[in-house]
Structure formats: structure tokens, C-alpha cells
T-cell receptor, first 113, second 116 residues
Framework: KQEVTQIPAALSVPEGENLVLNCSFTDSAIYNLQWFRQDPGKGLTSLLLIQSSQREQTSGRLNASLDKSSGRSTLYIAASQPGDSATYLCAVTSGGGADGLTFGKGTHLIIQP | EAGVAQSPRYKIIEKRQSVAFWCNPISGHATLYWYQQILGQGPKLLIQFQNNGVVDDSQLPKDRFSAERLKGVDSTLKIQPAKLEDSAVYLC??????????????FGPGTRLTVT
């Protein structure tokens, strides 16, 4: 059974810092990995999708990497801003028919102005 | 492009009552998912539809939960009878297809259910 772990569970940093959020998964036979952000009381916003054949994806100040063999992904946020404050969730799908995402519990990020 | 729509946004019911949630996916998206998110946890998949058919419902508590997707578009999720532990946010998501970048899932705002 696939399990996804996110470290740290919470993080508070001053505005302007670069930061890294970590995600690990137990079964390396994934089809893709997706990073989301969730604001309080809201649904999930997709940030980046990395397919299993890819090593990284970039969108603006965000960069996500994937190392399938070691079961790890990182989300790098450059020059953090208060608007980046949210919970960040990592999720994987194994494909092969059942495509539902298996999520970690998330990292609660606070960017101090 | 319109996103995934869900209603109602909030619902409060007493235990043993029934409740239904509605989802309208992004236009043209063949795959639809229902997730349950308990406070402090990541979402958990309940059921996945591909067009009209069920692909995966292995984590759906079938003694009380049911879901349907008529005509391959809108979907409803029903709970009958509700228990206290069903209090959660119910999220609907959709994806374009089942290849490559088409797997990217887009989520609606969710329905927050409180069972008292």
C-alpha cells in the first residue's frame, strides 16, 4: 500500500527566503506526482505535475524535482512571499487503471512579512 | 475556462440523516473523482469514474455511501445514514484523460459536512 510522507509538518520563515518542502513515498512504481496548495477553507490548487519519466518541472518561482528510485520529491520555492502562506500537499498516482491520488498530510507554511 | 463546481458548500445534518453532494466537472473531462478530507489529513480517494463507469471504489464505504455519474458529466455522492465520523470536506476533482499530462487533477472548492 502506497504511503506518502511530508516533512516538515509545519514551517515558518521570513519573507524573501528560499525554501524546500520534502515528500517521500514508499512504492517507487508511480505514474506521476502532483503538488498542490490548499488555502484555509478552500479546495486544492494544482501547482505542478511531474510525470514518472520527468525529473523536474518549473512554474514561476516554483520548482519540483522527482527521484523515483529513491521515492522522493522536493518542492523549491524561491524568494518566498506572504501570499505563499498555505498548506502544500504532495500526491502520487500509480496509474495502471486506478488513477486516484494518494496524498501526504501536507506542510503548513507561514511566510512572515 | 470554468473550474469544477460543487454544491452545496456547507451542510449540517444530524446523525442517521441522509445527504447528497453534487459535482460538475470541467467541460470535456472524462475522469471524475470524489475524495474525503478529514481535518488535518490529506484527501482520501472514495471513488473514480471514467465517463459513466466506475474505475475504483475500493475505499468507498458501500454500506452507507453511494455515487453515480449519469451521462458521463455531473455526479452525485450520497451518504445514508450519516455517522459522526463522516464529518469532513468532500472534494470533487476531474482530469482530462488517462495519459501523460491529462492525468493532472483539478479540484472543486469542496463541501464541508458537519454531522451532529
Amino acid at each position: 500500500k502506497q504511503e506518502v510522507t511530508q516533512i516538515p509538518a509545519a514551517l515558518s520563515v521570513p519573507e524573501g527566503e528560499n525554501l524546500v518542502l520534502n515528500c517521500s513515498f514508499t512504492d517507487s512504481a508511480i505514474y506521476n506526482l502532483q503538488w498542490f496548495r490548499q488555502d484555509p477553507g478552500k479546495g486544492l490548487t494544482s501547482l505542478l505535475l511531474i510525470q514518472s519519466s520527468q525529473r523536474e518541472q518549473t512554474s514561476g518561482r516554483l520548482n519540483a524535482s522527482l527521484d523515483k528510485s529513491s521515492g522522493r520529491s522536493t518542492l523549491y520555492i524561491a524568494a518566498s512571499q506572504p501570499g505563499d502562506s498555505a498548506t502544500y500537499l504532495c500526491a502520487v498516482t500509480s496509474g495502471g487503471g486506478a488513477d486516484g491520488l494518494t496524498f501526504g498530510k501536507g506542510t503548513h507554511l507561514i511566510i512572515q512579512p | 475556462e470554468a473550474g469544477v463546481a460543487q454544491s452545496p458548500r456547507y451542510k449540517i445534518i444530524e446523525k442517521r440523516q441522509s445527504v447528497a453532494f453534487w459535482c460538475n466537472p470541467i467541460s470535456g473531462h472524462a475522469t471524475l473523482y470524489w475524495y474525503q478530507q478529514i481535518l488535518g489529513q490529506g484527501p482520501k480517494l472514495l471513488i473514480q469514474f471514467q465517463n459513466n463507469g466506475v474505475v475504483d471504489d475500493s475505499q468507498l464505504p458501500k454500506d452507507r455511501f453511494s455515487a453515480e455519474r449519469l451521462k458521463g458529466v455531473d455526479s452525485t455522492l450520497k451518504i445514508q445514514p450519516a455517522k459522526l465520523e463522516d464529518s469532513a470536506v468532500y472534494l470533487c476533482a476531474s482530469s482530462l484523460d488517462r495519459s501523460g499530462a491529462g492525468y493532472e487533477q483539478y479540484f472543486g472548492p469542496g463541501t464541508r459536512l458537519t454531522v451532529t
